[in-house]
T-cell receptor, first 115, second 116 residues
Framework: DAGVIQSPRHEVTEMGQEVTLRCKLI?????LFWYRQTMMRGLELLIY????????DSGMPEDRFSAKMPNASFSTLKIQPSEPRDSAVYFC?????????????FGQGTRLTVV | AQTVTQSQPEMSVQEAETVTLSCTYD???????LFWYKQPPSRQMILVIR??????QNATENRFSVNFQKAAKSFSLKISDSQLGDAAMYFC?????????????FGKGTKLSVKP
């Protein structure tokens, strides 16, 4: 398995534009996490899905952010409209919910810069 | 809600020496997992070690070991024979094992420097 795959690796966009980040889960995993990492706030959990269902979205900053899982192996995080304060590294991670290996496997992250 | 606290923003260790990174957590649950992740400058998040709360034995992975104190809600990471490649941010994380929740909650991290 190629691991968790995120795209794009880097994104530079202008304030007000729509941004879509993509994530492909490891085959067979049923949990999906989206995180945002900044120097000031560290690693923040944005949203957590289990079996394609959002379980906890309390970390989503505001209505400008939305996340979906159209199928069991793929997820998107959309920011519309984007603002400079959204600049951060965004990670997705997948895992099994239970069992001997419940640890999350991370993608390499998307560095988002909003100018 | 569960919280994870890493009280050491930065630590430093001499190459070949031993260092211990601290982590405490707060939860009312009895069944959960604890993890240490490493994030080198490449920004890739790498699992270092995993501990199941129901196991009394402390987990060990080569030079990495933990001291899991369930009653004290403490989960420290010991790195023995430190190497230059161990320099990274280290994150402690908690995950509930039961129920419908399963969030993976991280601490703020400890930046480890290794001196040659």
């Amino acid at each position: 398995d190629a691991g968790v795959i995120q795209s794009p690796r880097h994104e530079v966009t202008e304030m007000g534009q729509e941004v879509t980040l993509r994530c492909k889960l490891i085959s067979g995993h049923n949990s999906l996490f989206w995180y945002r990492q900044t120097m000031m706030r560290g690693l923040e959990l944005l949203i957590y899905f289990n079996n394609n269902v959002p379980i906890d979205d309390s970390g989503m900053p505001e209505d400008r952010f939305s996340a979906k899982m159209p199928n069991a192996s793929f997820s998107t995080l959309k920011i519309q409209p984007s603002e400079p304060r959204d600049s951060a590294v965004y990670f997705c991670a997948s895992s099994l919910r239970r069992g001997p290996h419940p640890e999350a496997f991370f993608g390499q992250g998307t560095r988002l810069t909003v100018v | 809600a569960q919280t994870v606290t890493q009280s050491q923003p930065e630590m430093s260790v001499q190459e070949a020496e031993t260092v211990t990174l601290s982590c405490t957590y707060d939860t009312s649950e009895s069944d959960y997992y604890l993890f240490w992740y490493k994030q080198p400058p490449s920004r890739q998040m790498i699992l270092v070690i995993r501990q199941e709360a129901y196991k009394q034995q402390n987990a060990t992975e080569n030079r990495f070991s933990v001291n899991f104190q369930k009653a004290a809600k403490s989960f420290s990471l010991k790195i023995s024979d430190s190497q230059l490649g161990d320099a990274a941010m280290y994150f402690c994380a908690y995950r509930s094992a039961g129920g419908s929740q399963g969030n993976l909650i991280f601490g703020k991290g400890t930046k480890l420097s290794v001196k040659p």
